[in-house]
């Protein structure tokens, strides 16, 4: 099957510019996340959905960051104004259900920079 | 918090050993999960112990989980220099991963 597929690879903006990243999650997983990974941490879960609906986004930073996924399908995360400390991978992961037994998925992710 | 703290933080060891690196958390959980991620790449999931059980083997992998102690581990047997990457471990009711233990396996 195919997986999670996430564009662009790379983004280079400048610092106050908007930047946006795309996720498709694997077919029929109906909970979709948003991580955040800088450089030698472990990833922070930025917003968590179920099918349409957000389940968690305790730790969207919301005064800039938005996500939607208006079909319960794709995603988009949106950065608008980008700072430097947004420079990081953002990985998007998906699951077949919210119940704990189940494994999420992750795609490649987005390196962001921020100059 | 179901964060996942990761020891040792670095581990570097000749190919053919067993690399053991342990996993402590802070509330209960359901489930944990092990995860790799290779430099460079996303993370891809190693195996998934759940609260009831003790013991899990994967292939080369073993994983124990103490609920008592809040406390995992896994043991990657006869390491091999693909095996070099960081490992995380995470609750499964909700993903939040500590820093990890960078594992290197030199030839």
């Known amino acids: 099957e195919a997986g999670v597929a996430q564009s662009p690879r790379y983004k280079i903006i400048e610092k106050r510019q908007s930047v946006a990243f795309w996720c498709n999650p694997i077919s029929g997983h109906a909970t979709l996340y948003w991580y955040q990974q800088i450089l030698g941490q472990g990833p922070k879960l930025l917003i968590q959905?179920?099918?349409?609906?957000?389940?968690?986004d305790s730790q969207l930073p919301k005064d800039r960051f938005s996500a939607e996924r208006l079909k319960g399908v794709d995603s988009t995360l949106k950065i608008q104004p980008a700072k430097l400390e947004d420079s990081a991978v953002y990985l998007c992961?998906?699951?077949?259900?919210?119940?704990?037994?189940?494994?999420?998925?992750f795609g490649p992710g987005t390196r962001l920079t921020v100059t | 918090s179901q964060q996942g703290e990761e020891d040792p933080q670095a581990l570097s060891i000749q190919e053919g050993e067993n690399a053991t690196m342990n996993c402590s958390y802070k509330?209960?959980?359901?489930?944990l999960q092990w995860y790799r991620q290779n430099s460079g790449r996303g993370l891809v999931h190693l195996i998934l112990?759940?609260?009831?059980?003790r013991e899990k083997h994967s292939g080369r992998l073993r994983v124990t989980l103490d609920t008592s102690k809040k406390s995992s581990s896994l043991l990657i047997t006869a390491s091999r220099a693909a095996d070099t990457a960081s490992y995380f471990c995470a609750g499964t009711d909700k993903l939040i991963f500590g820093t990890g233990t960078r594992l290197q396996v030199f030839p």
């Open positions: 992961a998906s699951s077949f259900s919210t119940a704990g037994s189940y494994e999420q998925y």
């Open positions: 509330t209960s959980i359901n489930n």
């Open positions: 112990i759940r609260s009831n059980e």
């Open positions: 959905f179920q099918n349409n609906g957000v389940v968690d």
